[in-house]
């Protein structure tokens, strides 16, 4: 196809040669016909067979964080016999311009690898591509473009806002309560164990000695299970009473609050007023997917609001991040039946100040471990 260039040459071939006809100039005749033979030309060059490609992107980091930057990388290289003439990457960016890229000529059998940075990003899904091939002809007159590698999806997500040391449920009077398992580990918690005889087929290597010796007979270890706090996160999406900006504060919060309990090896809740419900998972496992979620959850508007309630066999502690009062909080959410409901208000502006009985606020500009520190008592009744 003929680029903007070419069609400009192409249409001045045309307008010369009807002027040269009208007129009976010959310069313009000439004119038109070098126009005409370079337009010619340039179609030909890039109807040529050229040598057969690889071309490969990869995006780097692998797991892109928004407002971070990412580069990604193309590679190409040239499998023909023949030598490639220059070509340029052309790859869609999603909310961008994109990116084109000149390479310069390949030989037989080589490689070259090109890249572009992107931009800051934004949580959420990241369209990249399809990217395509161009080969264009010295004058810039036409381009041929290739197909080269498919669009590709990309998760991006949410910022991580770090979060403190966090109420955990349902372990006040366990034997580790308050305590993860690093530093349950760290404390000798792991020496906690009960005996059993042992049975043909278990590994020897559990045998406990002292007590053998003591019985008389095998005794193998069976390792009590270390207690897990349980902890939920209630997200709430409706549009009616967070604003945009602060909803993204609150986002990054919980993907905070999943980190920080990944961390601690301990049990999350992530759920959200328009109802998601993760139901309760180890942390651990569970933490990249809970990410991903994060990363596609969106505001709503005038939806019913949905209110997780608690499982009676695993007591643990709410935290609501929400952008409206506390007073205003919908009976259902103090009545989900949570051993505690701690309310975390993200506001508008940068006033400090308390945030008022039973209210953590987070202002702007102020991360939310600050907050916590600055007023952490925000249990409801």
């Known amino acids: 196809m003929l680029t903007r260039p070419g069609w ?12 040269g006809r009208l007129f009976g100039v010959t310069e313009l005749y000439v004119l038109a016909a070098v126009a005409g033979a ?14 057969r490609l690889a071309v490969q992107r990869r995006v780097n980091p692998a797991q892109l964080t928004a407002g971070g930057l990412g580069r990604v990388e193309v590679s190409i290289t040239n499998h023909g016999s023949r030598r490639l003439p220059p070509i340029t990457i052309v790859d869609p960016v ?36 399809p990217l395509a091939t161009e080969v264009v002809d010295p004058f810039g ?10 669009e590709q999806a990309l998760t991006v997500l949410p910022a991580i806002d770090p979060a403190p040391v966090l109420p955990l449920g349902g372990g006040r009077h366990e034997p580790l309560a308050g305590l993860s398992r690093r530093a349950a580990a760290s404390s000798g918690a792991e020496d906690l164990v009960t005996l059993r005889p042992y049975v043909v087929g278990d590994d020897l290597r559990r045998v406990h000695w002292p007590s053998t010796a003591h019985a008389d007979e095998l005794q193998v270890r069976r390792d009590e299970e270390r207690w897990q706090g349980h902890l939920a996160v209630l997200l709430d999406t409706r549009a009616e009473v967070i604003g945009d900006a602060e909803f993204e504060r609150a986002v990054s919060a919980a993907a905070g609050i999943v980190d920080a309990v990944a961390a601690s090896g301990d049990r999350v809740r992530l759920t959200t007023t328009a109802g998601m419900d993760s139901g309760m998972v180890d942390a651990v496992r569970a933490g990249h997917s809970l990410l991903e979620d994060l990363a596609l959850v969106q505001r709503e508007r005038h939806i019913p609001i949905a209110v997780p309630m608690v499982d009676l066999r695993r007591p643990a502690a709410l ?22 409901l701690h309310v975390i208000h993200f ?35």
Request: hydrophobic share 45%.
């Open 8 to 19: 400009a040459t192409a249409g001045a071939a045309v307008a010369g040669g009807t002027a």
């Open 38 to 51: 370079l337009v010619v030309s340039a179609l030909v060059w890039v109807r040529r067979p050229i040598p």
């Open 94 to 129: 999603e909310g961008t311009v994109g990116a084109h890229l000149a390479v310069g000529p390949l030989a037989a059998g080589t490689h070259q690898d090109v890249g572009y940075r992107l931009p800051p990003l934004r949580r959420g899904q990241l369209h990249v591509g």
């Open 141 to 150: 007159l036409a381009r041929r473009r290739l197909p080269g590698v498919a």
């Open 319 to 340: 935290l609501l991040l929400t952008g409206t009062d506390p007073g205003s909080l919908p009976a259902a959410v103090r009545d989900a039946g949570f051993d505690d």
């Open 347 to 381: 506001a508008e502006g940068v006033t400090g100040g308390a945030g008022g009985h039973g209210r953590m606020t987070v202002f702007e500009g102020e991360s939310f471990a600050d907050a916590w520190r600055r007023s952490p008592s925000v249990v409801l009744p």
